[in-house]
């Protein structure tokens, strides 16, 4: 099975610090994907990797920055958080181009800004 | 841009009835398409996943293609109380990874 892990379940962090939100795949999956999902908006994609230091932005990347030192390990950083970044915080992950693009979701952060 | 269009309801079925979730997309070479099932504070599952025209079956589960139409669509066989939740459909283009997520329909099967 797929297992995909997310550093914490719940935080809650105050307005100016930085954040740290980790994620690790077990199943060598080249592509890891960092959502947020807010009622209403939907999954809204901030940045992914298709590679290891390789990064590309989505949808919303403003106020974030991503790190993939490892091929397992795919890393959020809110540089200086903000209280219109309360949201759940979901990582993914799935196989290289050519495959069948299963994206498969770790828990979830749901992250509170104070 | 591309779009993922769903009904967000939600949708009420009594249970052991049959569950009808419907999905519009605008990319007409998207190729790979998925539903996802998402619990209440819970992330998202997916369920079914379907890549050519026609039905796909899974148990309770049958997605049903129609890239002419441009529209995929979930049907839930008896459906239970234990199958209420937000249904996500998703799409992605040929060569490419991400997906483009609609923003669900809410399923509600009532005993």
């Known amino acids: 099975d797929v297992k995909v892990t997310q550093s914490s379940r719940y935080l809650v962090k105050r307005t100016g610090e930085k954040v740290f939100l980790e994620c690790v795949q077990d199943m060598d999956h080249e592509n890891m994907f960092w959502y947020r999902q807010d009622p209403g908006l939907g999954l809204r994609l901030i940045y992914f990797?298709?590679?290891?230091?390789?990064?590309e932005k989505g949808d919303i990347p403003e106020g974030y920055s991503v790190s993939r030192e490892k091929k397992e390990r795919f890393s959020l950083i809110l540089e200086s958080a903000s209280t219109n970044q309360t949201s759940m915080y979901l990582c993914a992950s799935t196989k290289a181009a050519g495959s069948s693009y299963e994206q498969y979701f770790g828990p979830g952060t749901r992250l509170t800004v104070t | 841009q591309k779009e993922v269009e769903q009904n967000s309801g939600p949708l009420s079925v009594p249970e052991g009835a049959i569950a009808s979730l419907n999905c519009t997309y605008s990319d007409r070479v998207s190729q790979s398409f998925f539903w996802y099932r998402q619990y209440s504070g819970k992330s998202p599952e997916l369920i079914m996943s379907i890549y050519s025209n026609g039905d796909k079956e899974d148990g309770r589960f049958t997605a049903q293609l129609n890239k002419a139409s441009q529209y995929v669509s979930l049907l839930i066989r008896d459906s239970q109380p234990s199958d209420s939740a937000t249904y996500l459909c998703a799409v992605n283009g040929p060569g490419y990874s991400t997906l483009t997520f609609g923003k669900g329909t809410m399923l509600l099967v009532s005993p």
């Open positions: 990797s298709y590679d290891v230091k390789m990064k």
